[in-house]
């Protein structure tokens, strides 16, 4: 593992306790390969919320380091503040502060519109009791009016006094190298870390792809079909794929890799077996 950089992996909090237990065996084998942290998913509002809290907790009193998301949309600053100070009393110290999409059917009714303030309010109240990353969109956020826009909102978080920042995921990995090059002209100088999403079912990947603005490309996009629900040769040419995409990155000098797992360790075991020995 000498020659990887720093890793990380995320997880979202499970509905049962049989997932909660799923949850427990698959960092367990992740925590093999020495991350950094493992961060958890936050959603706003209602039972989503607990359950991230009751995810962070299992993880923290196993020992692992955790970095949760907080999301700020709809949230009151009291409610922020409380949620801070339990992470505080329970020695956590890292988080992913974003914005977060509303609530199906809500009406933000919320203190903060966009994850600078979220970030700005953490400092102020707290601190820097957290260390602090924000998300970065190489290929720009499905939201953003432009790309010049969404790059003044990165720029925003960096200002209010974010530490670091995990991309989207991608996979063209000229986006992410275009988008470090107008961060180093725009003197911003935090590690950006990028995001990959190793390929574990074609359906869900293009999901994903479409409600967060990730390009697929076309050619694989047409490989995913020729595939179709073929999983096991899906996930085979999905190992090849992002094992290569990572170790161009990694001959880049990243910062770190941070892996969305889906919950799932077997196929990740597989692709960084394949970067550590390239």
């Known amino acids: 593992m ?32 020495k991350p950094d942290f493992f961060s958890v998913t936050f959603g706003a509002g209602g039972s989503t919320k607990e359950r991230t809290l009751d995810a962070v907790f299992e993880l923290s009193n196993s020992d692992f380091n955790v970095a949760p998301h907080i999301s700020c949309i709809s949230s ?12 505080k009393s329970q020695k956590i110290n890292h988080l ?20 600078n303030e979220l970030v700005r309010f953490i400092k102020l109240e707290m601190g820097d009791a957290f260390k602090i990353d ?7 956020h ?31 990995v000229d986006a992410y190298f275009k988008f470090i090059e107008e961060c180093q002209k725009s003197s911003i100088n935090i590690p950006i870390v990028p995001g ?12 994903f792809a479409n409600n967060c603005g990730a390009e697929i490309p076309r050619w694989l996009r047409f490989k995913l079909e020729d595939y179709a629900d073929d999983l096991d ?29 889906i919950n799932y360790s077997k196929t990740l075991s597989k692709i960084i077996k394949n970067i550590s020995q390239s």
């Open 2 to 33: 000498a020659n990887l950089p720093p890793l990380s992996f995320e997880f979202y909090p499970p509905q049962t306790q049989e997932g909660v237990n799923k949850l427990k065996h698959t960092a367990k084998e992740l925590n093999k390969y």
């Open 76 to 87: 009151s600053k009291v409610e922020i503040k409380e949620l801070l100070d339990q992470y």
């Open 96 to 115: 992913v502060a974003l914005r977060g999409d509303n609530p199906s059917g809500a009406i933000n009714s919320g203190e903060f519109n966009y994850a």
């Open 134 to 140: 924000v998300a970065a969109y190489p290929e720009v």
């Open 142 to 172: 499905p939201e953003s009016e432009s790309a010049k826009q969404d790059f003044i909102n990165f720029k925003n978080k960096v200002e209010a006094g974010a530490d670091s920042a995990i991309t989207q995921f991608f996979f063209n």
């Open 196 to 207: 990959i999403m190793p390929i574990y079912n074609s359906k869900q990947l293009i999901r």
């Open 233 to 261: 040769s899906l996930r085979e040419f999905g190992v090849d794929f992002i094992s290569e995409l990572s170790e161009t990155l990694i001959q880049n000098g990243v910062p770190g890799i941070h892996f969305y797992t």
